[in-house]
Structures are given as C-alpha cells and as structure tokens.
C-alpha cells in the first residue's frame, strides 16, 4: 500500500514557475514508476510527466516538454514536478501517482495509487 500526499500548488502569474511536491508512505517507494496527471474542469485527465524506478528515465508529452521537469528522491521518498514558464492552459488540478511497473508511462490505468490532488491556477 502506497499513500501520496501533493503540496506546493497555488496561484501564480503566467511565465512564472512552481514545484510541486509528492511525499509517499511506505518502504517500496523506489521499486515504483511515478507520474503526475492532471485535470481541469470540463476536461479529461491529461498525462504530465512520469518517471522510472531508479530516476534514469522520464516522459513527457510535448505539452509540456522543455517546461516541465520530473525528478524524484527515494530516500526521502519524494518525487518532483517542477514547472516553468507557465501558461493559462497549465491550469488544473495536479496528482501525482505510483505505478506497480518500473518504467515510466502515460497509461493512467497502469498507475495503481493516486494522490488526492493539488490545485495549480496559472493566471494571465
């Protein structure tokens, strides 16, 4: 069992830049893929950025590559999404979540545990 908890959302002028956190619970953190999703009103969920087990490899859809950068700590248990150069459109509720499978991937259904979100509103 993986429980995810997201900080670091807000408000923030459009150019600007944020990072969002994910603090994970439990001893097989790092045997886990993370992803962050989002979602804003009225639209379906969006894949952000994931990562592998070991940090070597991440993904991104071009939505968002070059401005977005995913990273992770498995000692303290913390994957990252930090965020620059955003945009209106950047604005959405953002969860992270844990994949049983090691690699990274935009398959939301292959991700097992989710956090319960963090509200990024990126105004212009």
């Known amino acids: 069992q993986v429980q995810l908890v997201e900080s670091g959302g807000g408000l923030i002028q459009a150019g600007g830049s944020l990072r969002l956190s994910c603090a994970a619970s439990g001893r097989t953190f790092s045997s886990y893929a993370m992803g962050w999703f989002r979602q804003a009103p009225g639209k379906e969920r969006e894949f952000v950025a994931a990562?592998?087990?070991?940090?070597?490899?991440?993904a991104y859809p071009d939505s968002v590559k070059g401005r977005f950068t995913i990273s992770r700590d498995n000692a303290k248990n913390t994957v990252y999404l930090q965020m620059n150069s955003l945009k209106p459109e950047d604005t959405a509720v953002y969860y992270c979540?844990?994949?049983?499978?090691?690699?990274?991937?935009?398959?939301?259904?292959?991700?097992?545990?989710w956090g319960q979100g963090t509200q990024v509103t990126v105004s212009s």
């Open positions: 990562i592998s087990w070991s940090g070597t490899n991440t």
């Open positions: 979540a844990a994949s049983i499978g090691g690699l990274p991937s935009s398959t939301d259904y292959l991700y097992k545990y």
